[in-house]
């Protein structure tokens, strides 16, 4: 065994082929040296991007195994009028502990009282109390769309794909062929081999075949013959990988497939190429025959759940080889579509079980308390939430899973997509107060909640 980078046989570690801060799912490379090719890429590019996704690594509750913590994002609160900048890992945080919050020129801080007044030079004329549970708040995040267009997201990019393609192709010591994609991860130099896919559509098909928030590796020959290799990340965006640009001999699969959740679930399937694929799929069925003339196409495994991405991938063939529309740098287009994306993502990671359970842990001394509800100061998701738990509470037991309070959500806001505007949390708002036993209602949901057992 040789590092696929440098051909060292010396101190070879398993490399996570995503990094493990951006994935509950572990796949491994173990053919990559420790020190100059596993340990180095952290600092190289990808700490960047762990830092820079860590509001979305945090709202779909990944935890990196070093720190078996929540990302830390950097966020600004205005506060009464004055903005300070902060770092979170949940909202409940915000005035929690001995934690100061400072403005951008340093000159003022935000502390709880006693803290303050310990500061040097602290006096009844420089100091201003604030009741944080009136006053009014705004937490504002800052997402970075220029995250998703830099180096260092390409050079993850192509190290991913480089490595999830040499592990599929039994690719175990250093070969030529991919000299320019190994200086691209490597040294950030030479053409670089990635580009986003423009096609809405082609996001549209990854997110209906496969799961929330997932992971996908799709590997497909363009119509010039060369190989590509498109990663899904988190449906956020979805780069594609040109990993070499003809077949060589030393790698013969060239269909392959592997989808990855935050549950740690994946299904996946790879075939030398789509001719292969193609009678596979067709072997997979047979015909049942009902006797009155109707035939019906039968799975031979009713638990081959890789089935629909065999057929999603023969379907889209065309799509993928010749349709991506895919650019290189940002455009006004492309950028809307990413935010768009991530809205939407952190938006549906409130409505999981994990979403909903983490959210009363981390309210559950909020919700001992009468003034949980600050009208000022809860941002929109919160309301949201909160209207979710009085919903359950009041619903006198016939919201008794997640399946029944997605349906009740979708007849109740008639969608799929529910977006979550300012005049709607101020409806919620209203509807949840205009209840005198509002309080007992959303302690009740969240107790139900708590309940649940994870699907
Ligand atoms: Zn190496």
């Not at 100061?100 to 303050?116: I, R, Y």
């Not at 989808?259 to 740690?264: K, N, P, Q, V, Y």
Request: with cysteine; glycine share 4%.
């Amino acid at each position: 065994m040789s590092c696929i980078y440098c051909g060292t046989k010396i101190d070879l570690a398993d490399s996570d082929i995503i990094p493990d801060a951006l994935t509950n799912a572990k796949i491994i490379n173990p053919h990559v040296c420790r020190v100059a090719h596993n340990n180095r890429f952290s600092d190289m590019f990808e700490n960047e991007i762990i830092n820079d996704m860590a509001l979305i690594t945090n709202e779909l509750d990944i935890k990196s195994s070093k720190g078996k913590k929540y990302a830390v994002y950097d966020a600004k609160v205005v506060v009464g009028g004055t903005e300070y900048k902060t770092k979170l890992s949940s909202d409940t945080e915000l005035f929690k502990g001995s934690k100061f919050m400072v403005t951008e020129d340093g000159k003022t801080k935000l502390g709880p009282l006693e803290q303050v007044m310990k500061i040097k030079n602290a006096t009844e004329e420089n100091v201003q109390v604030v009741d944080v549970n009136h006053i009014e708040i705004e937490k504002r995040v800052i997402i970075k769309t220029e995250t998703y267009f830099s180096l260092a997201m390409y050079r993850l990019m192509t190290k991913i794909a480089f490595e999830w393609y040499c592990l599929h192709n039994g690719i175990e010591d250093k070969n030529d062929k991919f000299e320019d994609i190994i200086n691209f991860i490597v040294k950030g130099e030479g053409n670089n081999p990635v580009t986003i896919v423009g096609n809405e559509t082609v996001y549209g098909l990854f997110d209906q075949y496969t799961n929330f928030a997932n992971h996908t590796l799709l590997c497909y020959i363009a119509s010039d013959n060369s190989v590509n290799i498109l990663i899904s990340l988190f449906g956020i965006a979805i780069y594609n990988v040109r990993i070499l640009n003809e077949v060589i001999e030393e790698c013969s699969c060239n269909a392959l497939f592997q989808t990855l959740t935050i549950d740690a679930k994946r299904e996946q399937f790879y075939f030398k190429n789509k001719e292969e694929l193609n009678d596979n799929l067709i072997n997979s069925f047979y015909n049942m025959d009902f006797g009155n003339g109707m035939t019906v196409l039968m799975p031979k495994d009713m638990t081959d759940m890789s089935l629909q991405y065999q057929m999603l991938y023969l379907q889209n063939y065309d799509l993928f080889a010749t349709n991506l529309m895919c650019v290189d740098k940002p455009d006004s287009v492309i950028v809307h579509m990413i935010i768009k994306h991530i809205e939407k993502l952190l938006q549906e990671s409130a409505l999981t079980i994990r979403g909903l359970k983490r959210f009363v842990n981390e309210h559950k001394e909020y919700l001992e308390r009468e003034n949980a509800l600050n009208p000022n100061g809860t941002n929109k998701q919160s309301i949201f939430m909160f209207f979710i738990l009085y919903t359950i509470g009041n619903s006198n037991g016939k919201i008794s899973s997640m399946k029944e309070l997605i349906s009740y959500l979708k007849q109740r806001f008639s969608g799929t997509e529910i977006s979550i505007s300012d005049d709607m949390s101020k409806n919620l708002y209203t509807e949840i107060f205009k209840d005198k036993d509002y309080f007992e209602k959303i302690k009740m949901g969240a107790l139900v909640v708590d309940k649940w057992e994870f699907e």
